[in-house]
């Protein structure tokens, strides 16, 4: 299942999107959420995240992508989201953490079971307001 949301829903600041087997976005699909603060993609059947997929939802500041299948996260994903504070991938398929992936003003973090072999030392650099790391296994 793919999922888009081509309406123009300017005002939309919630989205609660969990548990739908979501298994692909396309990457222009979330262009129209810019007041978006909250999104929740957890529970699903996401394997990869395209690059510019949250591009343009620079209000973010809560991301939920735990519990679904995402192998590996590209550089430079999140760190248009400048309002970025919480970011959620738990319980993935994560294999390595690259250098340049998040956002700098994440204050949480949490990669914790999943199956991470390989973690850049550049990974969390940058990341001056980081509060809490989660990387339990």
Do not use: P, V
């Not at 979501?22 to 990457?27: R, V």
């Amino acid at each position: 299942r793919q999922m888009c949301i081509r309406d123009s829903l300017k005002e939309l600041q919630y989205l609660y999107l969990h548990s739908n087997l979501i298994e692909f976005i396309n990457q222009n699909c979330l262009a129209n959420l810019q007041s978006l603060i909250r999104l929740s993609l957890n529970n699903n059947q996401l394997r990869e995240i395209k690059q510019n997929t949250f591009k343009y939802l620079l209000r973010l500041e809560y991301l939920y992508l735990n519990s679904n299948e995402i192998e590996s996260l590209n550089q430079n994903l999140f760190t248009s989201l400048i309002n970025l504070k919480w970011l959620d991938l738990n319980n993935n398929q994560l294999k390595e953490i690259k250098s340049n992936t998040f956002a700098i003003n994440l204050e949480y973090i949490d990669l914790s079971f999943n199956r991470i072999e390989s973690i850049n030392e550049n990974s969390f650099a940058g990341l001056s307001k980081l509060k809490e790391l989660h990387l339990y296994k």
